[in-house]
């Protein structure tokens, strides 16, 4: 008994701090910017460290790093579409919003996931789901400020991330992706950033390197094997002494470390409004976990 609460209690702190590290990154991200890196090299730039890194640790641990047939082009439609497009559009939303309110409207993915089962797949919505929906749209609203330069180009970008990622979701959930190891999983994910991020740095003539400073390029390399393998590391091991439910509610420590720290460390100002908003977006992820839940039961019980 006392092992298997150690063990969960392991699995909190594993995925707290994995939740943690992630918060860490629209700080990292516009700190880098101010340097003189834009935001389109520097996807590239962390995309190719981290292929790097996961390259060989998939080598180390004897995974595989090529993919084949129809993995391959679900590898190339998952990454690229939707983990790639992510990326540029969170990290484009840095610019114009601070960076809690980024991070926060970029978590209305677990509600535009559960639309699409609804609308697409037809599964049934719950109280708690529909409950985190209208909690979605509320904090949006709180959040969106017509009236300043830029913000709503930044709520559009930042929920746009949201909207590809679930497609990401969406799509794994669906393919074989799913069971591909970590690290294979990790090198395809990035090259999928590096496509996208590269393609859009090209055709808009926006890949620069030579505002860099050894600050900024410092920090780029601090930031990735954080983000890219220590926190992906953590959050695996909370998932597999936690649970993905106490995993998955624990993430919303995400877009609470981002907002404190844009406070703390960027001095970007939250009125009550935008705080109240990102309140009620973790409260709509923690309401589609409990929805999802409760819905797995009533499935169990049925076929019981």
Not at 65 to 71: N, S
Not at 138 to 161: F, K, P, R
Not at 214 to 238: D, E, T, W
């Amino acid at each position: 008994m006392n092992d298997a609460r150690s063990m969960k209690l392991k699995g909190v702190l594993f995925s707290v701090l994995s939740a943690v590290i992630f918060g860490t990154s629209p700080i990292f991200f516009k700190t880098i910017v101010a340097t003189g890196i834009n935001t389109t090299t520097q996807v590239v730039l962390r995309s190719i460290v981290t292929m790097v890194l996961a390259g060989v640790l998939a080598v180390v641990n004897r995974q595989p790093i090529l993919l084949k047939g129809r993995l391959l082009v679900d590898a190339l439609m998952a990454f690229v579409a939707g983990q790639g497009v992510t990326a540029i559009l969170l990290n484009s939303s840095y610019a114009y919003l601070p960076a809690g309110m980024s991070t926060s409207l970029h978590f209305v993915y677990p509600s535009v996931v559960m639309i699409a089962c609804v609308a697409l797949f037809r599964e049934k919505i719950n109280l708690p789901k529909l409950a985190a929906l209208l909690l979605s749209v509320v904090a949006i609203a709180l959040m969106t400020d017509l009236s300043a330069h830029g913000q709503l180009i930044g709520v559009i970008l930042a929920v746009g991330s949201g909207c590809s990622y679930a497609f990401y979701i969406l799509y794994l959930e669906r393919t074989q992706l799913r069971d591909i190891p970590v690290w294979t999983f990790a090198f395809w994910s990035s090259l999928g950033c590096l496509v996208a991020a590269g393609g859009l740095g090209l055709s808009t003539n926006t890949l620069d390197v030579s505002g860099a400073t050894v600050k900024g390029i410092s920090l780029l390399m601090v930031m990735v094997p954080l983000q890219s393998v220590l926190a992906v590391r953590l959050f695996q091991l909370g998932v597999r002494y936690s649970g993905s439910t106490a995993a998955s509610l624990l993430s919303t420590m995400e877009p609470v470390t981002s907002t404190i720290l844009g406070m703390l460390i960027l001095h970007e100002a939250m009125d009550a409004k935008k705080l109240i908003g990102c309140v009620a977006i973790v409260l709509s992820v923690i309401l589609v976990v409990f929805g999802a839940q409760r819905g797995e039961k009533e499935i169990a019980v049925v076929e019981s």
